[in-house]
């Protein structure tokens, strides 16, 4: 028998606002899937709104946090044009401990895996993610030779499954999509993809930081 797929199962920007609120895709997701693990790449801040403004959006998530189907991972502060790419060491720091804040008030959990807003990152906001004590980057092969230089201290994840393609036949599988419909990997427009995907796979789900 061959072995079981993993299956990461992973998307970008999740805030209240619309469009980055799936709330609706993430309940059909679990009524279909009890056992199932969404990773969101998470803004604390996202067009200028902190998540803890909608206090019952964050409890619903909180909810599925605590039953296990979903994680929250960090994308930046604020969601600019390659944020963390611009940044020296101080601004970087200062920019996760504010995030940290906003969701220590909006009391949602979330672990220390980290993307770059547009996947922009550079050395010094990889010193302040090491000082906050991060597990992961999530990175882009653009910035490969910077994930190598530090691959000892923060393990460098790569997606292999941009979920507006058909998966791969790779017995681990990082998803890449957003919770919104702008790169043709939205949560919407590839939900039934995925869905049939786990029918015919089963695989074993795994949240970001489980690899």
């Known amino acids: 028998m061959p072995d079981s797929k993993s299956l990461v199962l992973e998307y970008d920007d999740l805030h209240f606002l619309d469009p980055e609120n799936c709330l609706t895709q993430i309940e059909e997701f679990v009524r279909l899937f009890p056992s199932i693990k969404i990773s969101f790449f998470s803004v604390p801040m996202l067009r200028g709104v902190p998540l803890y403004k909608n206090k019952d959006w964050c409890q619903k998530i909180e909810k599925y946090i605590s039953s296990g189907n979903v994680c929250l991972a960090r994308h930046g502060l604020t969601h600019k044009q390659e944020e963390f790419k611009q940044l020296d060491y101080e601004d970087a720091l200062l920019s996760l401990q504010i995030g940290d804040a906003v969701y220590d ?33 999530y990175n882009h092969l653009d910035y490969k030779n910077l994930g190598d230089k530090y691959r000892d201290q923060l393990k460098c994840v790569y997606y292999n499954w941009n979920l507006k393609r058909e998966a791969p036949h790779d ?3 990082v998803t890449h999509g957003h919770t919104h419909n702008v790169c043709m990997n939205g949560i919407e427009e590839t939900f039934n ?3 049939s995907f786990i029918d015919k796979a089963n695989p074993t789900f795994r949240f970001v930081h489980e690899i």
């Open 193 to 195: 993809k995925v869905c």
């Open 105 to 137: 008030i909006a009391k949602l959990p979330y672990v220390k895996v980290f993307r770059g807003p547009h996947w922009g990152i550079n050395e010094s906001s990889v010193h302040a993610l090491l000082d906050c004590e991060y597990t992961h980057l």
């Open 171 to 173: 017995l681990i599988l």
